[in-house]
């Protein structure tokens, strides 16, 4: 038999996650495939009466249950055993923002602005038929090259090992937090594939919320099959995956959708603040109850560090978002979630963003945030880190004023910079000093700190035209120009 009387070539599945790249390969003409053109298409009457034209189809029903079913079996049986996998719905939202990728054809992750919010698998191919199931499962198959990070080995951030070529798309499918999934298949007439074009290649794209493959994290705890369910959870347990018993989890017929009801009623309109009737001279860190929200409570240019109390990990304070939280979440209880405190309160600086155009969910550090599927504005939360300066250090030295603002550490300063003189650790205004300044000897102006030392938290500003000089607290400052402003620390 020669070559060309050969009536089989051999079948090539690739896959892809992020911004690795993914294929099937099969015969461009065969029975399989004009049978699953015919399977696919909506319309056999809509051709190309234009360039690029594109059928527009959404996934097949059967196809959408198979997909919801393999995945939670594939999680439920997971090893070692999961302690807090959580049981996965279908969603209608993952499902539409999968079919608008999967109609732009293009062989790559996207769209950008959403890919921050949320998990993507991908797969591609042509030629006989592959369900979608096909392709879950050979994500899944990934597990063969993946080994599992025990707790032990977390110090604090666990060690990524893949043997093979790749595990994310495995990961992310096993993620136990992610528990919301919405997948489009798309028959693409012609599709850039690795620089090859492709005829009729069948488009899947997976998108999950809440989004994994976090970097050095595990993709789920391991221990007895749901003794670490989210408390929202109520103790359900079906399969070995957390599950909310009293819901009619039939997810394809009745998808359990927007977690919207989860949301807190539309905050009352921002009372206008009145203009201060003098400088602030002592702005103290802000001390925030748990439930205190940055929409509620930080306005101002000072309001970048907050000093949370103890024992917000169980008060009811709610927290929409991971990383990027929604400003009317309760600052504590997000600073607990992301990490940078624990439960017996400390120091949180805050920086806040422009609108964000999703919220996600995720539960870490015993508590569980919430998701909101609707722009709004955001902040991020960072430790305070703490550094020991001298009596001649200065703002522009360590914590230059940097657009739009800058966070510093806290600064401790030693006993007797009072004495210091003036050519050595100037101060130069009346609170609100040059950078130029003596930090310390500044505090000691501004009455934050006495003479013998203490904690200083500064705030870098943009620079004024004009600087008093004041004989305060036993030290005359001069006049002059990059400023920073003193606020009282607390000493601990």
Request: aromatic share 10%.
């Amino acid at each position: 038999m020669t070559f060309a009387g050969m009536t089989w070539l051999p079948v090539l599945s690739l896959l892809l996650l992020c911004v690795r790249d993914s294929a099937s390969l099969f015969l461009p003409d065969s029975k399989e495939l004009r049978q699953l053109l015919s399977r696919y298409e909506e319309d056999q009457n809509v051709t190309s009466n234009r360039a690029g034209n594109r059928t527009r189809r959404a996934i097949r029903w059967s196809d959408r249950e198979d997909i919801i079913q393999l995945h939670n079996k594939l999680r439920g049986g997971v090893y070692p055993t999961a302690s807090n996998m959580e049981h996965m719905i279908w969603d209608d939202e993952l499902e539409r923002s999968a079919t608008h990728w999967s109609e732009e054809c293009q062989w790559d992750h996207g769209p950008q602005d959403l890919l921050m919010s949320i998990g993507q698998n991908l797969a591609v191919h042509w030629g006989r038929y592959r369900s979608p199931a096909f392709h879950v499962q050979a994500w899944y198959d990934e597990v063969k090259d993946y080994t599992y990070p025990y707790s032990h080995e977390c110090n604090p951030w666990c060690p990524e090992r893949c043997s093979g070529p790749m595990c994310t798309h495995y990961t992310q499918l096993v993620w136990a937090t992610t528990n919301r999934v919405g997948c489009a298949v798309h028959v693409c007439p012609r599709m850039n594939v690795w620089g090859e074009i492709w005829e009729n290649a069948v488009y899947l794209v997976c998108n999950y919320s809440p989004k994994g493959n976090w970097i050095g994290e595990a993709p789920y705890q391991h221990g007895r099959p749901c003794s670490q369910c989210p408390p929202s959870y109520g103790g359900g347990c079906r399969n070995n995956l957390c599950f909310k018993e009293t819901e009619d989890m039939n997810e394809v017929e009745k998808p359990q959708v927007p977690v919207q009801p989860r949301t807190t009623a539309k905050p009352a309109p921002k009372p206008k603040p009145s203009p201060p009737k003098k400088p602030a001279s002592r702005p103290s860190t802000p001390k925030a109850t748990t439930p205190r929200t940055l929409r509620d409570k930080c306005k101002g240019a000072t309001c970048n560090r907050y000093h949370c109390p103890a024992n917000c990990l169980n008060k009811k304070g709610k927290v929409w978002g991971t990383l990027f939280y929604d400003v009317q979440s309760s600052i504590c209880r997000a600073a607990i979630h992301f990490g940078v405190i624990d439960n017996n309160g400390g120091l949180v600086d805050i920086t806040r963003k422009d609108k964000f155009p999703f919220f996600v969910r995720a539960t870490k550090n015993g508590i569980e945030s919430f998701s909101k599927y609707k722009p709004g504005n955001a902040f991020v939360v960072a430790k305070v880190e703490e550094t020991t300066a001298d009596c001649y250090t200065t703002v522009a030295e360590i914590c230059p004023f940097k657009k739009p603002d800058s966070h510093c550490p806290r600064i401790f300063c030693p006993a007797n910079c009072k004495t210091q003189p003036s050519y050595w650790s100037p101060v130069i205004g009346n609170n609100i000093y040059t950078d130029s300044s003596s930090i310390c000897k500044a505090a000691i102006h501004a009455g934050v700190i006495k003479a013998d030392g203490g904690f200083v938290d500064v705030l870098p500003l943009d620079k004024r035209k004009n600087y008093v000089g004041v004989l305060k607290n036993g030290i005359q400052s001069e006049r002059y120009y990059s400023i920073f402003f003193i606020r009282k620390g607390l000493i601990r």
